[in-house]
Nanobody, 127 residues
Framework: QVQLVESGGALVQPGGSLRLSCAAS????????VGWFRQAPGKEREGVSC????????YYADSVKGRFTVSRDNTKNTVYLRMNGLKPEDTAVYYC????????????????????WGQGTQVTVSS
């Protein structure tokens, strides 16, 4: 059974850090690009970041550039999102998604370009 499972969400103070994990099962992530999305209450799901399968490219939304870092460990079939300098506006449910191939800087933030989705993990930034 193909599955993506996110973990690592938590309540954190402004300025804090978290590392989210996206673990795949039922398929190997080696050949898939993985995107991170987030959805805050009452807002549309937005693309945050993407990491390619093979060309080494990564992409970030302007709102997280310089604070978030996406990485992958194919030996663990897992992709990570390191989030530093968290702000209250980063509060959302974070989802990972996967699709065969490499990220496109033009389309990585479109939900329709991903086949597999996780169930999400809650990140709350509040004092």
């Amino acid at each position: 059974q193909v599955q993506l499972v996110e973990s690592g969400g938590a309540l954190v103070q402004p300025g804090g850090s978290l590392r989210l994990s996206c673990a795949a099962s039922g398929f190997t992530l080696d050949y898939y690009y993985v995107g991170w999305f987030r959805q805050a209450p009452g807002k549309e799901r937005e693309g945050v970041s993407c990491i390619s399968a093979s060309d080494g490219n990564t992409y970030y939304a302007d709102s997280v550039k310089g604070r978030f870092t996406v990485s992958r460990d194919n030996t663990k079939n897992t992709v990570y999102l390191r989030m530093n300098g968290l702000k209250p506006e980063d509060t959302a449910v974070y989802y990972c998604a996967a699709e065969f191939g490499d990220c496109s800087g033009r389309y990585y933030n479109y939900t329709t370009y991903y086949e597999y989705w996780g169930q999400g993990t809650q990140v709350t930034v509040s004092s």
